[in-house]
Each structure stands twice: as C-alpha cells, then as structure tokens.
Nanobody, 115 residues
Framework: VQLVESGGGLVQPGGSLRLSCAASGFTFRWYTMSWYRQAPEKEREWVANINSVGGNTNYADSVKGRFTISRDNAKNTVYLQMNSLKPEDTAVYFC?????????WGQGTQVTVSS
C-alpha cells in the first residue's frame, strides 16, 4: 500500500497550490479520502474529505471557500486545490485513505506560505 503526496512548495500569501495524492496497493474507489495537515509544534488536524464516489465533500471551517478536494478514481488520485493561501496554512499536508477499519497515511508534503 502506498499513498504518495506531491505538489507542495513555497508560495506567497494569496497564491495557489494543487496537491496530489497517488494511491496504489488497495481498491482506491472504495475508500473515503481525506487531507490532514500538521503545523510545527501543533497537532495534526483534519482539512477535508471526500466520499468514495466523490459526491460528498466536507471541509474544516478554516479552509472552507478556499480549498477544494476532488478525486479521480480512474487515476487512483485525490487532489487538494488550495487558493487564497495564508501564512497559517503552512504545514505538512498528509492524505489518508479509510474504509471501515482499514486506514492508510501518506508521508506528507510541505506547504509553506510566506512572502
């Protein structure tokens, strides 16, 4: 099982990034996919999730209206489009796959929002 995040980097406040998480080794289309983030010296926090068929999405209040989660089951990939980025969005972003008692994490990708 592998979840590999990509797309992180350094961006100025107000900018955009698109994160990707490529999955392999399990039946991706069955799994609810989520994005979490962890800032330095803070607890990991949930950011957004999307159900298995992509028809239902949920967002943390801190990112609602700025971030969009989506998935492509044909490509076994989940995305996080991040717009209007703020310095407080700086964190390592992780994707998570969950199906009943099965749960997998990626290794994370760093997002830094700074001028």
């Amino acid at each position: 099982v592998q979840l590999v995040e990509s797309g992180g980097g350094l961006v100025q406040p107000g900018g955009s990034l698109r994160l990707s998480c490529a999955a392999s080794g399990f039946t991706f289309r069955w799994y609810t996919m989520s994005w979490y983030r962890q800032a330095p010296e803070k607890e990991r926090e949930w950011v957004a999730n999307i159900n298995s068929v992509g028809g239902n999405t949920n967002y943390a209040d801190s990112v609602k209206g700025r971030f969009t989660i989506s998935r492509d089951n044909a490509k076994n990939t989940v995305y996080l489009q991040m717009n209007s980025l703020k310095p407080e969005d700086t964190a390592v972003y992780f994707c998570r796959a969950e199906y009943f008692t099965n749960a997998y994490w990626g290794q994370g990708t760093q997002v830094t929002v700074s001028s």
